[in-house]
């Protein structure tokens, strides 16, 4: 079994969506309540605050009387809400994550409901508290037998409402491919396969930029606090929820691609967080989304059987030699194609990294060797430095 999230667009009733606004910014009231105690209480005191002593805190403030709205909506959500903010303190202690942030009414909100605080009946969801059931637009019908343990809804910046349906399903893996690739991904072209085809990179972004830029002046010329503001800033959302849609819609498509033709698929391990500190390529390299293409590879690898490998990021994919191995010294972005100086191969150097990384990925999956200059380095010193057996 694997749990799946279905996602749907849905058109609230003026009642729902009353309803959902106000429970929305109940739970956004306690999630940024509970982070500041919590902050408050180790900077102050040095003590750390858990998900109980939140709760706590929830049931107190319910009892507050200017705090007594937060009992017209449901309480499932709220509690959730700390459980959320739980799991952002366990990823910022374990390094995985910045430390969490109090959230704002302008971006939207979300409400998880949990088996407790909603219905399924005859593939209709009724919310707590609402009595009619949302109007859900069903673009792809659940697995059958399948009924929803969670349900997230959520509005975002530019007005559009969505509901995710999380379901136990079981997944079949696909016949065995015997395709192999290996992937170099870049900015000119998106993405470079070893077995030399390379993929147009459509960048969203720079094909909404001017109208991006023309709804944001226009919002920056509007007083504050004003309606003819909010109308404006609801026009720049709906432009970013348009690049964020073609990038998603042409990424699925490529991946999933991916995934069904080849049985191994073999990725460089980026540091994307670093990478994007060159201002120079920051704005291509986030429009490119290399951590959501491996991501995305990744967890469907994972779902269809396939083999995701990751090769060390200091690998020299570009610098070898493909043919005999050679490694050159320097290889300026701006050389896309060089001659080997050993075997006086010529080589296009993406689609040569692309095969480099897929040698490497397909060793490191046999075998697990390492395919880092300095890890092998380090390896044969310490070899070297051991004393030998009497």
């Not at 995985?96 to 219905?119: D, I, L, M, V, W």
Request: charged share 30%; hydrophobic share 35%.
């Amino acid at each position: 079994m694997t749990q799946k999230a279905f996602k749907y667009r849905f058109y609230p009733t003026p009642e729902q969506e009353t309803l959902l606004r106000r429970t929305m910014g109940c739970a956004r009231l306690v999630y940024n309540r509970a982070l500041a105690a919590r902050t408050e209480a180790w900077y102050e005191r040095q003590e750390r605050v858990g998900y109980s002593e939140t709760s706590t805190m929830l049931t107190s403030w319910k009892k507050q009387e200017d705090l007594q709205f937060l009992n017209e909506v449901s309480s499932v959500p709220l509690q959730q809400g700390l459980r959320h903010l739980q799991s952002a303190f366990t990823n910022f202690f374990a390094g995985r994550a910045k430390y969490p942030n109090f959230k704002k009414k302008h971006h939207g909100g979300s409400a998880e409901f949990t088996k407790a605080a909603f219905k399924w009946k005859d593939g209709k969801v009724f919310l707590a508290k609402c009595s009619q059931p949302l109007d859900i637009r069903w673009s792809r019908q659940l697995p059958e037998g399948a009924e929803p343990s969670t349900i997230t809804v959520k509005l975002s910046p530019s007005g559009r409402w969505t509901v995710s349906l999380l379901v136990d399903v079981v997944i079949e893996t696909l016949p065995e491919s015997p395709n192999q690739i290996g992937l170099d991904l870049g900015i000119t072209s998106l993405m470079a396969l070893s077995n030399g085809e390379k993929i147009p990179n459509p960048k969203t972004f720079k094909a909404k930029r001017r109208k991006l830029r023309k709804a944001q002046k226009a919002l920056s010329r509007k007083k504050k606090v004003s309606n003819n503001r909010h109308k404006a800033r609801l026009k720049v959302a709906k432009v970013h929820a348009e690049i964020s849609d073609a990038r998603h819609d042409f990424l699925h498509k490529l991946t999933t691609r991916l995934v069904r033709e080849n049985q191994v698929i073999a990725v460089e391990d980026l540091s994307v967080k670093n990478m994007v500190k060159n201002r120079k390529l920051a704005l291509s390299i986030s429009d490119a989304s290399w951590g959501e293409i491996v991501r995305q590879l990744e967890y469907k690898c994972n779902w269809y059987g396939r083999t995701f490998v990751k090769i060390d990021r200091w690998f020299p994919s570009s610098k070898r030699c493909g043919h005999c191995g050679y490694v050159v010294d320097k290889l300026p972005l701006n050389v896309r194609e060089w001659d080997c100086p050993k075997c006086s191969t010529h080589h296009d150097r993406d689609v040569n990294a692309a095969k480099n990384i897929l040698a490497a990925g397909l060793a490191v999956n046999v075998c697990g060797a390492t395919v880092s200059p300095e890890e092998s380095k380090s390896r044969k010193a310490g070899a070297m430095k051991q004393k030998p057996k009497s």
